[in-house]
Nanobody
Framework: VQLQASGGGLVQPGGSLRLSCAAS????????MCWYRQAPGNQRELVTT???????NYADSVKGRFTISRDNAKNTVFLQMNSLKPEDTAVYYC?????????????????WGQGTQVTVSS
């Protein structure tokens, strides 16, 4: 099982970006999926979460600007980021709590994507 994130880049303040993170492998189901971010010199922080049923939570710093969504059929989570600010600059990581098939049965584990750089600058 692996998570592959994409969609980062350079954008001007006030602009938008859409991140994607696709899970692949012997997946039975995915529980919560999240986006975290880490700016230089800072700890990794939780940005937003989405449960299997679609309920969401957001950090106060991104409420009203970011929207998380998921496509359970494609094992993919998205992050739509609008009204971007320079302080949103960070490496963004996706996370999934995944139940996977293996010899001996089904198992559950936490998985992380490789990170995608988002830079907000004029």
């Amino acid at each position: 099982v692996q998570l592959q994130a994409s969609g980062g880049g350079l954008v001007q303040p006030g602009g938008s970006l859409r991140l994607s993170c696709a899970a692949s492998g012997s997946i039975r189901s995915i529980n919560v999926m999240c986006w975290y971010r880490q700016a230089p010199g800072n700890q990794r922080e939780l940005v937003t979460t989405i449960a299997t049923g679609g309920s969401t939570n957001y950090a106060d710093s991104v409420k009203g600007r970011f929207t998380i969504s998921r496509d359970n059929a494609k094992n993919t989570v998205f992050l739509q980021m609008n009204s971007l600010k320079p302080e949103d600059t960070a490496v963004y990581y996706c996370y999934g709590n995944i139940i996977y098939r293996a010899v001996g049965g089904d198992f559950r584990r936490d998985y992380w994507g490789q990170g995608t750089q988002v830079t907000v600058s004029s």
